[in-house]
């Protein structure tokens, strides 16, 4: 047993030495759509889509998705994936004195493009306006991107629209730090922070970087769709807006590290979801590689809960060895099972032997399970971007080649043999088809689970196969075998 674990070990550290890194560059395309050239800007997560016709973000479409998401587009105004609502407007639309029944055509440019960052500049005017849109694009796991716009329409009303007021999501406001649901009037404030559409899934909002003179509003544009946005009501000689546009998943941990986790207020459950989120991204910022992360959570847990383990564990290799005299007893008593029932409690209470105490092991680690998978689904952002490990690049997708999947199930198969091999008395029938076919089953129900939960199963039946050795050398020095029921049916001892 312990040259298994001196191998385990060196396999570990030959995996952990071969792990690798993935760039997700920033890439840029140009195409037409609608009659108008358009500018696609691609990081990991998210494809933006800046127009000529009004200068606008036609997308900001979500394509990563884990198995709790959808591939969607953040920009309100998009039915069925594939068709925007007719007259919506965009976002970074621009009304000088009103809604225009067009949409100006701008200049767009590429003013930097580097693997981290992409720069796309939007330039246009009309009879008494200039105005400069710039949007730049990071390499990052956090949704955002930063925005200014650069207006001179000198005694004119200036509005930005920000987008199409959707069904569903919520119009939230930010002011001094604390959300609400409906504008503020002048003066119960001291800062405006921003506004934005936020759903259980997405949160599309703007954020301000510095104080700005400019107030909310809705309203109706040419085609009689709402919109939201600033505006402010006599433009100076020159306007200058500029913030952080998060156009991505609900997740706490990414609308916290931009400032905007009062968006996203956490329950309970979620606030134990946070503190594993933040255990393992502490264990990954230590290690450098989340396999290594999931690994030292795994041993953490196991270590944590081990007393429990432990004395369950000794319940159930007790439960083992009464397999005899349980048989026995149940052949003698077939027929009256209130008497059965009364010998079995009484051999359990000799015995000291929890007869449930084998489900608890189960039922301690699937919280664990739950809270994990949601952490990897949480964090999946960073562990797309994170070091990969051997042939998997992305823990928080499937395993390609389902190597763990097999390699897991192909253990707790052994486990399960080991385990009947100790039993005196194998168990029969529906008892025994289950102890075998239940690996099976969760191979082929959870067969796309994230990689890095499948990892986490593996290291996790591996330490229960070790402590089980543990256990069973435990019960070997503390007494003898039990003997085999003499022929006549009686308990021994009795």
Same mark, same amino acid.
Request: hydrophobic letters at 45%; proline letters at 5%; aromatic letters at 12%.
């Given at each position: 047993?312990?040259?298994?674990?001196?191998?385990?070990? !060196?396999?570990?550290?030959?995996?952990?030495?071969?792990?690798?890194?993935?760039?997700?560059?920033?890439?840029?395309?140009?195409?037409?759509?609608?009659?108008?050239?358009?500018?696609?800007?691609?990081?990991?997560?998210?494809?933006?889509?800046?127009?000529?016709?009004?200068?606008?973000?036609?997308?900001?479409?979500?394509?990563? %998705?884990?198995?709790?998401?959808?591939?969607?587009?953040?920009?309100?105004?998009?039915?069925?994936?594939?068709?925007?609502?007719?007259?919506?407007?965009?976002?970074?639309?621009?009304?000088?004195?009103?809604?225009?029944?067009?949409?100006?055509?701008?200049?767009?440019?590429?003013?930097?493009?580097?693997?981290?960052?992409?720069?796309?500049?939007?330039?246009?005017?009309?009879?008494?306006?200039?105005?400069?849109?710039?949007?730049?694009?990071?390499?990052?796991?956090?949704?955002?991107?930063?925005?200014?716009?650069?207006?001179?329409?000198?005694? *004119?009303?200036?509005?930005?629209?920000?987008?199409?007021?959707?069904?569903?999501?919520?119009?939230?406001?930010?002011?001094?730090?604390?959300?609400?649901?409906?504008?503020?009037?002048?003066? %119960?404030?001291?800062?405006?922070?921003?506004?934005?559409?936020?759903?259980?899934?997405?949160?599309?909002? &703007?954020?301000?970087?510095?104080?700005?003179?400019?107030?909310?509003?809705? =309203?109706?544009?040419?085609?009689?769709?709402?919109?939201?946005? @600033? +505006?402010?009501?006599?433009?100076?000689?020159?306007?200058?807006?500029?913030? #952080?546009?998060?156009?991505?998943?609900?997740?706490?941990?990414?609308?916290?590290?931009?400032?905007?986790?009062?968006?996203?207020?956490?329950?309970?459950?979620?606030?134990?979801?946070?503190?594993?989120?933040?255990?393992?991204?502490?264990?990954?910022?230590? #290690?450098?590689?989340?396999?290594?992360?999931?690994?030292?959570?795994?041993?953490?847990?196991?270590?944590? &809960?081990?007393?429990?383990?432990?004395?369950?564990?000794?319940?159930?290799?007790?439960?083992?060895?009464?397999?005899?005299?349980?048989?026995?007893?149940?052949?003698?008593?077939?027929?009256?099972?209130?008497?059965?029932?009364?010998?079995?409690? +009484?051999?359990?209470?000799?015995?000291?032997?929890?007869?449930?105490?084998?489900?608890?092991?189960?039922?301690?680690?699937?919280?664990?399970?739950?809270?994990?998978?949601?952490?990897?689904?949480?964090? *999946?952002?960073?562990?797309?971007?994170?070091?990969?490990?051997?042939?998997?690049?992305?823990?928080?997708?499937?395993?390609?080649?389902?190597?763990?999947?097999? @390699?897991?199930?192909?253990?707790?198969?052994?486990?399960?043999?080991?385990?009947?091999?100790?039993? =005196?008395? =194998?168990?029969?029938?529906?008892?025994?088809?289950?102890?075998?076919?239940?690996?099976?089953?969760? %191979? !082929?129900?959870?067969?796309?689970?994230? %990689?890095?939960?499948?990892?986490?199963?593996?290291?996790?039946?591996?330490?229960?196969?070790?402590?089980?050795?543990?256990?069973?050398?435990?019960?070997?020095?503390?007494?003898?075998?039990?003997?085999?029921?003499?022929?006549?049916?009686?308990?021994?001892?009795?």
């Amino acid at each position: 047993m312990i040259r298994t674990w001196v191998a385990f070990a !060196v396999v570990l550290v030959a995996v952990g030495c071969a792990s690798f890194s993935v760039t997700h560059p920033v890439t840029l395309s140009v195409g037409e759509h609608d009659g108008a050239e358009y500018i696609e800007a691609e990081n990991a997560f998210v494809r933006y889509r800046f127009s000529e016709s009004g200068g606008v973000m036609d997308s900001a479409f979500l394509h990563f %998705a884990t198995l709790r998401d959808r591939a969607a587009d953040a920009v309100p105004g998009w039915e069925n994936g594939d068709d925007f609502i007719v007259g919506a407007s965009r976002p970074f639309e621009l009304w000088i004195d009103g809604p225009h029944t067009g949409r100006v055509p701008y200049e767009a440019t590429i003013a930097e493009k580097t693997i981290q960052r992409a720069v796309i500049e939007l330039s246009g005017e009309g009879e008494n306006w200039t105005a400069v849109k710039t949007f730049t694009v990071n390499h990052d796991a956090l949704y955002t991107m930063d925005v200014r716009v650069q207006i001179w329409a000198p005694g *004119s009303k200036v509005q930005l629209v920000l987008g199409h007021l959707a069904r569903g999501p919520d119009l939230l406001y930010m002011y001094d730090g604390e959300v609400y649901s409906s504008p503020q009037p002048v003066g %119960a404030y001291t800062r405006f922070q921003g506004l934005g559409l936020v759903s259980n899934q997405e949160v599309y909002f &703007l954020q301000f970087d510095q104080q700005v003179e400019v107030q909310p509003f809705q =309203a109706v544009n040419q085609a009689g769709q709402l919109v939201f946005g @600033v +505006e402010i009501g006599e433009a100076p000689d020159e306007l200058h807006l500029s913030g #952080t546009l998060y156009a991505g998943r609900n997740r706490y941990l990414l609308l916290e590290a931009v400032g905007l986790e009062e968006l996203s207020p956490v329950g309970l459950f979620s606030q134990f979801l946070v503190y594993v989120m933040r255990l393992l991204n502490w264990l990954y910022e230590l #290690t450098g590689n989340y396999a290594w992360a999931i690994l030292l959570f795994t041993l953490l847990t196991r270590v944590i &809960l081990y007393p429990v383990m432990r004395s369950q564990l000794r319940s159930m290799a007790k439960m083992q060895r009464l397999q005899p005299k349980m048989k026995k007893l149940q052949e003698r008593y077939k027929d009256d099972r209130a008497t059965l029932q009364k010998q079995m409690m +009484e051999l359990y209470r000799k015995e000291k032997v929890n007869p449930l105490g084998g489900c608890l092991p189960m039922l301690l680690q699937l919280p664990l399970l739950i809270l994990l998978w949601q952490a990897i689904i949480y964090s *999946s952002e960073h562990i797309r971007l994170s070091p990969g490990f051997l042939w998997i690049t992305d823990l928080s997708g499937p395993d390609p080649y389902y190597i763990l999947v097999i @390699v897991t199930t192909g253990l707790m198969i052994l486990q399960q043999w080991l385990t009947q091999r100790r039993m =005196a008395t =194998a168990p029969t029938g529906g008892a025994q088809a289950m102890g075998w076919l239940f690996p099976l089953i969760m %191979a !082929v129900f959870f067969l796309n689970w994230p %990689a890095g939960l499948w990892m986490y199963w593996l290291f996790t039946t591996v330490l229960q196969v070790g402590q089980q050795w543990v256990v069973d050398r435990e019960l070997a020095r503390e007494e003898p075998p039990l003997e085999t029921p003499a022929d006549d049916g009686q308990i021994q001892g009795d």
